[in-house]
């Protein structure tokens, strides 16, 4: 059996990932989506449907950015596979860009609840899916939806994502992961790329893999790209059943 739970990052939702799973569903991967709820969509936290530890029982943690702290503790703790898409331990890093990146992220908090919140976002998501393009109905969706309840989470994760220091709670060092860097991300630092790799072979009993996209930002959209993660996952899988 092969399923995933994919999880969002900041200021995302569980809408991100239809090509994601129409890719794999065609495949026959089960899959399901985690909800933070910032917007109109109630928050949601699936769990794994199987739970033994077969050998061919494979159980995927695909996390973008801030999702992969987001993501329920068991859930990632149970995954025996984790895709960590232009995720990180520590956002912030510790080098030249740490002192202008704070002021980012303050002046992003301060926006929150306030007329500046809607341009805040804006330029939010232009950055994070640049080169690619975002509609005006997409801006629409991301912009006008946000609720109270979601603006109290947006704050708080903003908070999380700040704050991150290490990798995040409940990885089990036993998962097989792969790291997913898009080269055109106008959201992370190299220097924080570098840091989830560096921390991941000191935890991991067994190195992580890496692929490297020179053509996407921070969001992945290219239907070419998310194939050369399931590619990845099925090779191991086929691997195991031998």
């Not at 569980?14 to 065609?26: A, G, M, R």
């Not at 068991?74 to 860009?97: D, M, Q, Y």
């Not at 992220?105 to 080169?131: C, G, S, V």
Request: hydrophobic content about 40%; glycine content about 4%; overall charge positive.
């Amino acid at each position: 059996m092969k399923e995933i739970i994919a999880m969002h990052g900041w200021a995302g939702d569980s809408h991100q990932w239809s090509n994601w799973e129409k890719i794999f569903k065609s495949c026959d991967w089960e899959w399901q989506t985690s909800e933070r709820g910032y917007k109109d969509i109630s928050p949601h936290t699936p769990k794994w449907n199987h739970t033994s530890n077969h050998v061919e029982l494979k159980r995927v943690a695909i996390c973008h950015s801030l999702g992969s702290h987001l993501i329920d503790k068991e859930v990632l703790h149970s995954a025996t596979h984790v895709v960590l898409i232009n995720s990180f331990s520590r956002f912030i890093p510790s080098g030249k860009e740490n002192r202008s990146i704070k002021l980012a992220l303050n002046q992003m908090l301060k926006a929150i609840k306030t007329p500046n919140e809607a341009a805040m976002l804006r330029k939010f998501y232009i950055k994070a899916y640049k080169p690619n393009y975002i509609g005006v109905k997409s801006f629409e969706s991301n912009l006008l939806h946000i609720s109270d309840s979601g603006r109290l989470r947006l704050k708080k994760d903003l908070k999380l994502l700040m704050n991150s220091n290490s990798l995040p709670v409940g990885l089990n060092n036993s998962a097989k992961v792969l790291i997913v860097n898009s080269e055109q991300d106008y959201i992370l630092a190299n220097q924080t790329k570098e840091t989830l790799a560096d921390d991941l072979k000191s935890y991991l009993k067994a190195v992580p893999s890496i692929i490297n996209l020179p053509d996407e930002g921070h969001f992945i959209t290219k239907a070419k790209n998310i194939k050369k993660v399931k590619h990845w996952l099925e090779f191991d899988h086929a691997k195991n059943m031998v």
